[in-house]
């Protein structure tokens, strides 16, 4: 009887916080239609995106509830992609290069270096002996799809730097190195799901069919709220003076991965490590290597195209990222100062954009 009337409990908890999530939604698109103050309904909007990205883990994770932590990480962070994905195409739709290449950077960033450390911090406090223990295959496969990345970016940025013949095609460079991104993604997918063995992790508390439901509504919002949110983040960048690049490297990029935030760090205090990998590890490999060069792709029917050519701040930070994350993760286990060191990382990055 105590479990029923905790899990009926729960039940109602998550239905008042997806109301919650509808209101502030509904609200935050008011804000933005009665042409309220810029800085107010971009982060009304920020707040609702954070939501709607909520929304889709939930639904998500009730879904992952059939299928073992590879599958279940693979689905949480594909469909808790849906808002970067939809900010993106908007921002590349408005012009807005700069926070479109810097919010796919910064959600790499983000994930590996923010949310992974706060992960690992709460998974070792957590932990009898201090230690966060977890799968070795996922971080070293993980630590190789981001460094493909990184080398593709890193070969267009010297190429830039170097005014050389090749960088005069950038975009078609950047279109070869997309299909060849997503092939080799593709080809890492297909066995680590087969290789997800393991038996069904619980007992979800929605049906397959109002999960669904409930993703498309959560998919729908996205759309709609990401487009608002790229109109208020022209006039907020100058209200605010900061930067494009802080804006889509911090702000954008925190907002659209709040699946990844919430999820891992709460499964990680959870002592579910293997999942809380799995969620922000599959999220890092989906950005550098599936998100990126699709939307590569498909800015190709926009005026201005997406390339992988960027600063070289942002290339130096990948390429010392991808090794801070090998270096830490790739043995399997992780410690508390770890996971703080990881978070100092971004901390800096962060600051360092911010005077951009």
């Known amino acids: 009887m105590p479990a029923d009337r905790e899990e009926t409990g729960l039940r109602r908890l998550e239905a008042a916080a997806l109301a919650l999530v509808a209101l502030v939604s509904i609200a935050a698109g008011a804000l933005h239609l009665s042409g309220a103050s810029a800085v107010l309904s971009f982060a009304a909007l920020a707040v609702a995106l954070a939501g709607l990205a909520w929304t889709v883990s939930f639904a998500t994770e009730q879904l992952g509830e059939r299928f073992g932590p590879a599958v279940t990480g693979v689905l949480q962070s594909t469909l808790g992609n849906l808002p970067e994905f939809f900010v993106v195409l908007f921002a590349l739709s408005a012009g807005e290069i700069v926070v479109a290449q810097t919010s796919l950077v910064g959600s790499v960033l983000a994930n590996a270096l923010l949310v992974l450390g706060l992960s690992i911090a709460a998974g070792a406090f957590r932990s009898e002996d201090g230690v966060m223990r977890f799968g070795r295959r996922l971080p070293s496969d993980t630590a190789t799809l981001l460094l493909v990345s990184v080398f593709i970016i890193a070969l267009v940025g010297v190429s830039v730097a170097a005014d050389d013949r090749a960088a005069h095609h950038v975009k078609a460079i950047s279109v070869i190195g997309a299909l060849c991104l997503l092939a080799v993604y593709l080809t890492w997918l297909v066995p680590y799901l087969r290789a997800d063995a ?108 997406l390339t992988f050519s960027l600063a070289p701040v942002f290339i130096v930070a990948l390429l010392l990222t991808a090794i801070a994350v090998w270096q830490i993760t790739g043995d399997g286990e992780a410690t508390l100062f770890e996971g703080v060191a990881l978070v100092a990382l971004y901390v800096i990055l962060a600051a360092v954009t911010l005077y951009e």
């Not at 709220?225 to 889509?248: N, Q």
């Not at 954008?252 to 990998?277: C, F, H, S, Y």
């Open 198 to 305: 393991g038996p069904v992790r619980g007992r979800a508390r929605l049906g397959l069919a109002p999960a669904l439901a409930i993703l498309l509504a959560a998919g729908v919002g996205a759309a709609f709220v990401s487009d608002w949110f790229v109109a208020e983040l022209r006039p907020t960048i100058d209200r605010l003076g900061i930067s494009a690049a802080f804006a889509g490297l911090v702000i954008v990029a925190i907002a659209g991965n709040a699946v990844e935030n919430v999820v891992g760090i709460t499964l990680a205090w959870k002592r579910q490590p293997d999942l809380a990998i799995s969620v922000i590890k599959n999220s890092v490999s989906q950005v550098a290597v599936f998100l990126f060069p699709l939307l590569v792709l498909c800015s190709l029917f926009f005026a201005h195209s």
